[in-house]
């Protein structure tokens, strides 16, 4: 499988002033060739070599990878546009709105370079790359995440926020996962962001004051609205997103590596269980939490197939009111948002931890939930209809559970 992992380099003033230099001179080539490109419509990478190759090369004192390169960027920005525009008009044309066009495409001083194993190599604590000033060698800071076994495909060198990145795509062997005998169950949710079955429970808390200190600093710049207030809070947003994505590649690899070390599998519910839950608000806050849930649920996927670890996606209607002692589905069940307390055994938890533990039973047996006693089966199927209107009754024994 392919993922995108991002290493921060470790330059001394020199290396930087020779990675801007270098920066600055393969993005200038970029816009020689863009409006050739653009005039000619040549966005093949062959082409666009025959044609500019060698005046290119002359005339920006490039080495023949770095040449090569640049076209190749500008060839396949040219082509990813046209193919988002042809994507974004089936859309437009639909409504009747009008059409967009391709224009022609400014690359910025100190956009990414798109290196490949040719002129870039990573090793296991440095990169080698190729400058202006001929090859220098870096060290990077090697996140947990990065896998230990991968093979390199392509590396974006990137600036921002004032430190140099490499954006590597790699390619990660395949582990065939061996089917577990037990299951982490992890509860997602809106107050806790994951609660696991045994564990710490990763709240929100954190992310959440962020989010309200962002976004009291957003709408400042959003009443100003001139043109530095719209750079400044496009800045924030992306500050403010890669800080929640931290946060869930921190949670999503503890969950894993929870998993991996006690041999288990991971059992997650399935989006009709969230959609019973979660009210059907829009604001910024629901919108925000919808994105951040689902990357979460995202990264637990592809770490977990990259560990080898097991994903069961189970049934998750009612986990929120089931009994995790006893099986009894009651809505009376959870009294608040936090507590859990049985109406048929007593048995009281955290609510959270109570549906966590009924995700990872249920991904260990495949067998019908105990939905509730004859007595209060009206009840519960009447509450069913209430909270989310076209399902009737319960979910048929048959969709419960994997394979
Ligand atoms: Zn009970």
């Known amino acids: 499988?392919?993922?995108?992992?991002?290493?921060?380099?470790?330059?001394?003033?020199?290396?930087?002033?020779?990675?801007?230099?270098?920066?600055?001179?393969?993005?200038?080539?970029?816009?020689a060739i863009s409006p050739v490109a653009y005039s000619e419509k040549q966005f093949s990478n062959i082409s666009l070599q025959n044609r500019l190759y060698y005046q290119i090369r002359e005339?920006?004192?490039?080495?023949?990878?770095?040449?090569?390169?640049?076209?190749?960027?500008?060839?396949?920005s040219y082509?990813?546009?046209?193919?988002?525009?042809?994507?974004?008009?089936?859309?437009?044309?639909?409504?009747?709105?009008?059409?967009?066009?391709?224009?022609?495409?400014?690359?910025?001083?100190h956009g990414a370079i798109?290196?490949?194993?040719?002129?870039l190599?990573?090793?296991?604590?440095?990169?080698?790359?190729?400058?202006?000033?001929?090859?220098?060698?870096?060290?990077?800071?090697?996140?947990?995440?990065?896998?230990?076994?991968?093979?390199?495909?392509?590396?974006?060198?990137?600036?921002?926020?004032?430190a140099f990145w490499l954006y590597a795509t790699v390619e990660t062997p395949d582990i065939e996962p061996a089917k577990p005998s037990e299951y982490l169950g992890v509860d997602l949710g809106v107050v806790n962001i994951a609660t696991p079955s045994d564990g710490v429970t990763f709240s929100s808390d954190t992310t959440e004051k962020v989010r309200q200190r962002y976004g009291r600093h957003k709408g400042v710049l959003q009443k100003k609205g001139t043109k530095s207030a719209k750079r400044r809070l496009r800045t924030i947003s992306g500050r403010e997103r890669r800080f929640?994505?931290?946060?869930?590649?921190?949670?999503?690899?503890?969950?894993?590596?929870?998993a991996q070390g006690t041999k288990r599998g991971i059992a997650l519910e399935d989006l009709k269980g969230i959609l019973l839950r979660t009210t059907v608000r829009h604001d910024q806050r629901e919108r925000?939490?919808?994105?951040?849930?689902?990357?979460?649920?995202?990264?637990?996927?592809?770490?977990?197939?990259?560990?080898?670890?097991?994903?069961?996606?189970?049934?998750?209607?009612?986990?929120?009111?089931?009994?995790?002692?006893?099986?009894?589905?009651?809505?009376?069940?959870?009294?608040?948002?936090?507590?859990?307390?049985c109406r048929a055994c007593g048995h009281t938890e955290n609510a959270d931890l109570n549906a966590a533990?009924?995700?990872?039973?249920?991904?260990?047996?495949?067998r019908p939930i105990a939905v509730c006693s004859p007595d209060t089966r009206g009840e519960v199927e009447s509450q069913a209809c209430k909270e989310h209107g076209a399902t009737h009754g319960i979910m048929p024994p048959t969709s419960i559970g994997g394979s």
């Not at 039973?361 to 495949?366: D, F, P, Q, T």
């Open 357 to 366: 533990r009924n995700i990872a039973a249920r991904a260990a047996v495949n």
């Open 121 to 162: 190599s990573l090793g296991r604590n440095r990169v080698s790359i190729w400058t202006l000033d001929g090859r220098i060698k870096l060290r990077y800071s090697r996140p947990d995440y990065f896998p230990a076994v991968a093979t390199v495909k392509q590396t974006d060198l990137i600036y921002r926020d004032g």
């Open 79 to 109: 082509r990813s546009t046209q193919e988002a525009i042809r994507e974004q008009n089936k859309v437009l044309a639909a409504l009747g709105k009008p059409l967009k066009i391709l224009t022609e495409i400014w690359f910025r001083k």
């Open 244 to 258: 929640k994505t931290n946060t869930n590649h921190i949670i999503s690899k503890r969950i894993v590596c929870a």
């Open 288 to 341: 925000h939490h919808k994105w951040a849930f689902h990357q979460l649920r995202s990264f637990i996927e592809y770490k977990a197939r990259r560990a080898g670890v097991l994903v069961q996606v189970i049934n998750g209607a009612y986990t929120s009111q089931q009994c995790s002692a006893c099986g009894f589905v009651h809505p009376d069940n959870r009294q608040t948002q936090a507590a859990f307390c």
């Open 59 to 76: 005339t920006f004192g490039l080495s023949a990878q770095m040449t090569q390169l640049a076209i190749r960027k500008v060839a396949g």
């Open 1 to 31: 499988m392919q993922s995108v992992t991002k290493l921060r380099l470790v330059a001394s003033p020199d290396e930087r002033r020779m990675l801007f230099a270098t920066m600055e001179r393969y993005n200038a080539a970029c816009n």
């Open 114 to 119: 798109c290196y490949d194993a040719r002129v």
